[in-house]
């Protein structure tokens, strides 16, 4: 891993300057800037590994890899000599008019070979939002190409997350992000998520994901099989608090998808690059898409990268069209962040990681994380590889949750961060997507953590009784 990790320029810089200017200048994603201002922003300078370090100098262990991302960990020198490589060779050109460029040719290959299926054809984008947004325009243009322009209306799920921009933030499902901007917009649809523990009923898990798929099939009926062109899904919904459907469910939706003629997209954004413990989510949930979307992982968010991965059925459609598919950004293809994707997929591959998260340190961290199933908070432990959630509740056996107004997960996660450990808090849950490379005993440190948040909120809770 990387050598001296030095940030020249910072040494007469303070967090108060930091936190100062941030406060007058800096809008945050998904934050509400009175609290922040209250609160004061950390501010992160550098990474190495696993961990990050503050403007105080105080160690973090990142148990969310950035934003679920981080795959390969920081401070690869590799990745930064190839970004330095190419910034040198060919920093920039663009992909439209007849043009490409080695690294963008190079990883649509790589891509073609490493996703499962007939998954051949690459559409590059910058953010996760962008390929979903772009997805959706593949999807129409598709069904107008086939001549059958009614088939328009796309269904995703309660709980799902896929991304901010309008379409991107119509098909996701996590309805707080709608009211502020007057979505989803018209021809998009939500169906309840495989959540067991959130379902009130008394199904065992298989026959509960065998309900759950049964819900798609009851909407695209109430729509009209002949006006449903897709259904997204994130193989296990991350944002909307690590979802791991029963592994009846994806196969079930698969045949109700291909039953009604319904495209089927897997949102990979998380999933994907080995957070499941293998390259991407649908194949350890058992299921293959005519479309994927890809961020995040595929250059493990050392620079933004994304893109649309389409299967023979559309790329066949849209290539046969004599006609110019009207859609393309600036970035799309960016010769460096194609050249990081490869150095970091080289990287994925030549250490094992997928491997070593399918066979050692995912089985470890889940086996860890089932350790705490039993304390008196907890109501569920779920996950898969290295994505894993502990879900708070009151009581277990009838799945009752706390008081929302509590915040029981966010004081769970904010004694995580007192004590150096990054976990993200979900409603009363506590998500964890460590680095892939996280070792044993960086994960005992995370759940040794956990369970401390979790006996400390316990005793505070009693304390309060
Ligand atoms: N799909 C999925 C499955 C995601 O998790 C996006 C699309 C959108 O990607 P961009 O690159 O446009 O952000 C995401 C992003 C959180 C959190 O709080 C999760 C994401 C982003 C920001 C915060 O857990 N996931």
């Given at each position: 891993?990387?050598?001296?990790?030095?940030?020249?320029?910072?040494?007469?810089?303070?967090?108060?300057?930091?936190?100062?200017?941030?406060?007058?200048?800096?809008?945050?994603?998904?934050?509400?800037?009175?609290?922040?201002?209250?609160?004061?922003?950390?501010?992160?300078?550098?990474?190495?590994?696993?961990?990050?370090?503050?403007?105080?100098?105080?160690?973090?262990?990142?148990?969310?890899?950035?934003?679920?991302?981080?795959?390969?960990?920081?401070?690869?020198?590799?990745?930064?000599?190839?970004?330095?490589?190419?910034?040198?060779?060919?920093?920039?050109?663009?992909?439209?008019?007849?043009?490409?460029?080695?690294?963008?040719?190079?990883?649509?290959?790589?891509?073609?070979?490493?996703?499962?299926?007939?998954?051949?054809?690459?559409?590059?984008?910058?953010?996760?939002?962008?390929?979903?947004?772009?997805?959706?325009?593949?999807?129409?243009?598709?069904?107008?190409?086939?001549?059958?322009?009614?088939?328009?209306?796309?269904?995703?799920?309660?709980?799902?997350?896929?991304?901010?921009?309008?379409?991107?933030?119509?098909?996701?499902?996590?309805?707080?992000?709608?009211?502020?901007?007057?979505?989803?917009?018209?021809?998009?649809?939500?169906?309840?998520?495989?959540?067991?523990?959130?379902?009130?009923?008394?199904?065992?898990?298989?026959?509960?994901?065998?309900?759950?798929?049964?819900?798609?099939?009851?909407?695209?009926?109430?729509?009209?099989?002949?006006?449903?062109?897709?259904?997204?899904?994130?193989?296990?919904?991350?944002?909307?608090?690590?979802?791991?459907?029963?592994?009846?469910?994806?196969?079930?939706?698969?045949?109700?998808?291909?039953?009604?003629?319904?495209?089927?997209?897997?949102?990979?954004?998380?999933?994907?690059?080995?957070?499941?413990?293998?390259?991407?989510?649908?194949?350890?949930?058992?299921?293959?898409?005519?479309?994927?979307?890809?961020?995040?992982?595929?250059?493990?968010?050392?620079?933004?990268?994304?893109?649309?991965?389409?299967?023979?059925?559309?790329?066949?459609?849209?290539?046969?069209?004599?006609?110019?598919?009207?859609?393309?950004?600036?970035?799309?293809?960016?010769?460096?962040?194609?050249?990081?994707?490869?150095?970091?997929?080289?990287?994925?591959?030549?250490?094992?990681?997928?491997?070593?998260?399918?066979?050692?340190?995912?089985?470890?961290?889940?086996?860890?994380?089932?350790?705490?199933?039993?304390?008196?908070?907890?109501?569920?432990?779920?996950?898969?590889?290295?994505?894993?959630?502990?879900?708070?509740?009151?009581?277990?056996?009838?799945r009752t949750r706390f008081d929302p107004d509590l915040k029981l997960g966010v004081r769970c996660r904010d004694h995580c961060i007192e004590k150096g450990v990054i976990v993200r808090a979900v409603r009363?849950?506590?998500?964890?997507?460590?680095?892939?490379?996280?070792?044993?005993?960086?994960?005992?440190?995370?759940?040794?953590?956990?369970?401390?948040?979790?006996?400390?909120?316990?005793?505070?809770?009693?304390?309060?009784?």
């Amino acid at each position: 891993m990387g050598g001296q990790v030095t940030n020249t320029g910072l040494e007469n810089k303070t967090t108060a300057y930091w936190q100062a200017l941030d406060r007058a200048h800096h809008v945050h994603p998904f934050t509400n800037h009175a609290e922040l201002a209250a609160q004061g922003v950390r501010v992160i300078t550098r990474a190495e590994g696993v961990y990050l370090w503050d403007s105080d100098g105080n160690r973090l262990l990142d148990g969310l890899a950035g934003l679920w991302s981080v795959n390969v960990g920081y401070g690869r020198k590799e990745i930064a000599d190839a970004a330095y490589r190419q910034l040198l060779d060919l920093p920039y050109y663009n992909t439209f008019f007849q043009s490409t460029n080695p690294p963008a040719v190079e990883l649509a290959a790589k891509l073609a070979e490493i996703t499962p299926g007939s998954l051949k054809h690459v559409f590059f984008a910058n953010s996760g939002s962008e390929a979903n947004d772009s997805v959706v325009k593949i999807v129409r243009y598709y069904w107008n190409l086939c001549g059958r322009p009614e088939k328009k209306t796309i269904i995703g799920r309660r709980h799902g997350y896929h991304g901010v921009t309008l379409a991107a933030a119509s098909l996701s499902g996590l309805s707080f992000m709608h009211p502020q901007a007057d979505l989803p917009l018209p021809g998009f649809e939500h169906v309840d998520a495989p959540y067991w523990f959130d379902h009130e009923g008394d199904m065992d898990p298989d026959a509960f994901g065998l309900h759950a798929a049964r819900a798609l099939e009851e909407k695209i009926l109430a729509l009209g099989p002949d006006r449903v062109a897709a259904f997204i899904g994130e193989p296990i919904q991350g944002a909307g608090g690590v979802i791991v459907p029963p592994a009846s469910y994806w196969p079930e939706v698969q045949r109700i998808c291909a039953k009604y003629d319904v495209l089927l997209i897997s949102d990979e954004v998380i999933c994907g690059f080995g957070r499941t413990g293998a390259w991407f989510g649908c194949e350890t949930l058992g299921f293959t898409p005519d479309l994927m979307t890809i961020a995040k992982g595929v250059s493990s968010s050392y620079v933004p990268l994304s893109a649309v991965l389409l299967g023979e059925r559309v790329a066949d459609v849209l290539s046969a069209a004599d006609d110019e598919f009207a859609h393309g950004f600036t970035y799309s293809g960016h010769p460096v962040a194609c050249a990081v994707a490869l150095e970091n997929i080289r990287i994925l591959e030549h250490e094992g990681i997928v491997d070593s998260v399918r066979h050692k340190t995912g089985p470890y961290l889940q086996a860890r994380l089932r350790e705490l199933a039993d304390h008196p908070l907890v109501g569920e432990v779920r996950g898969v590889g290295m994505i894993g959630a502990i879900e708070l509740a009151a009581d277990k056996a009838s799945r009752t949750r706390f008081d929302p107004d509590l915040k029981l997960g966010v004081r769970c996660r904010d004694h995580c961060i007192e004590k150096g450990v990054i976990v993200r808090a979900v409603r009363d849950i506590m998500v964890l997507a460590p680095p892939l490379i996280v070792t044993e005993e960086q994960i005992d440190r995370i759940v040794e953590t956990a369970q401390s948040a979790l006996d400390t909120v316990a005793r505070d809770l009693q304390q309060a009784a």
